[in-house]
């Protein structure tokens, strides 16, 4: 069975603090997405990872950044979290830019 | 700007009735197309996919959708409910030269007992 983990289900930080979010997936995917999710808006892109080592930034980078060392891990990091970065954030891997995204469940983020 | 709408935020249906989630789209060129469930808790599955050929696609859980070029829309339909389906649903669009899906908005569907 096909699978996209997320190091967390929920997570609550305080302002200023950095904050890591872990994706893993086991379906040899090239390509790695992370996005957030907030009511009303649905899903916006941060940013995108074709390669190992390769990043392309989505809609809304501001504020973060990611690491993909690994073919199979890809990071989202938050240098200093704020109260409006909290959301819920998906990853997701694809084979193929083009193709189904297997989405994991999804961390809960909240900055207090 | 290239863009998905999805005109309904939140829909209630009763159990057994019949299903028609809107999505309309704003591309330069026929899209590829999808349509995605959220659960609650849960990330997105994938329930079909249009990318070319026949207009009618179907997909898992009962569900189809009808690509209509004429109307730039992508409307999700199921015959009858279950309990079961009451989640979010993205519909959301990518073209061959891009390298980023737009998702629309989502529409939540609720279920009537």
């Known amino acids: 069975d096909v699978k996209v983990t997320q190091s967390s289900r929920y997570l609550v930080k305080r302002t200023g603090e950095k904050v890591f979010l872990e994706c893993v997936q086991d379906m040899d995917h090239e390509n790695m997405f992370w996005y957030r999710q907030d009511p009303g808006l649905g899903l916006r892109l941060i940013y995108f990872?074709?390669?190992?080592?390769?990043?392309e930034k989505g809609d809304i980078p501001e504020g973060y950044s990611v690491s993909r060392e690994k073919k199979e891990r890809f990071s989202l990091i938050l240098e200093s979290a704020s109260t409006n970065q909290t959301s819920m954030y998906l990853c997701a891997s694809s084979s193929n830019l083009v193709n189904e995204q297997f989405f994991g469940p999804g961390t809960r983020l909240t900055v207090l | 700007a290239q863009s998905v709408t999805q005109p309904d935020i939140h829909i209630t249906v009763s159990e057994g009735a019949s299903l028609e989630l809107r999505c309309n789209y704003s591309?330069?060129?026929?899209?590829?197309l999808f349509w995605y469930v959220q659960s609650p808790g849960q990330g997105l599955q994938l329930l079909l996919k249009y990318f070319s050929g026949d207009t009618l696609v179907q997909g898992i859980k009962g569900f189809e959708a009808e690509f209509k070029r004429s109307q730039s829309s992508f409307n999700l339909r199921k015959p009858s409910v279950h309990w079961s389906d009451a989640a979010e649903y993205f519909c959301?669009?990518?073209?061959?030269?891009?390298?980023?899906?737009?998702f629309g908005s989502g529409t939540r569907l609720s279920i009537r007992p």
């Open positions: 990872s074709y390669d190992v080592k390769m990043k």
């Open positions: 959301a669009a990518i073209d061959s030269s891009a390298s980023k899906i737009i």
């Open positions: 591309y330069g060129a026929t899209p590829y």
